[in-house]
């Protein structure tokens, strides 16, 4: 890392299957020393929050967060759908509304660990293309494969 400070802008585009309207809510966290050799996301330090409208017309939207600072960083990014500025998650930990990590790692489990959604802020040319995943939504009505 250089000697002179500077910020820097992140331009975040994220694209999904199953459009639908909400509130995007970006989270920035500093990913920190690991208890007990584990990483958790309820135990590392959030930076910003930062949230923005997306609409049920696009499976794509970007959006740039300006005068990030220079240091290594781990998103997540959520849609809430119900409006109560949480990540609902299932008894089991998986997540109920659409969500999204920093290098899409897999989601089969339930969230990975925040180690595994971090990246390095640099002087210029920051992106992430982020896909935010979500269970198939199940059909409205019974079609007969007949």
Known sequence: MSNHCF???????F?????????LHIQLFNLGIPIEGKYEWQNIQAI?????????????????????????????????????QV????????????VGLANNPALMFG?????????????????QDIALREK???KSSYTNPR
Do not use: V, W
Not at 58 to 66: G, P, Q, W
Not at 87 to 96: E, F, R, V, Y
């Open 7 to 13: 910020s820097a802008d992140l331009e975040l585009t």
């Open 15 to 23: 694209t999904t299957k199953y459009p639908k309207a909400g509130e």
């Open 48 to 84: 910003s929050s930062h949230a923005f409208t997306m609409t049920a017309a696009r499976n794509d939207s970007t959006f740039t967060l300006k005068n990030i600072a220079p240091r290594s960083l781990c998103l997540r990014a959520f849609l809430d759908l119900n409006a109560n």
């Open 87 to 98: 990540l609902d998650k299932s008894a089991m930990g998986l997540p109920k509304e659409p």
């Open 111 to 127: 969230e990975p660990s925040p180690d595994k959604a971090c990246f390095e802020i640099q002087e210029k040319d920051n992106r």
């Open 136 to 138: 198939k939504p199940k």
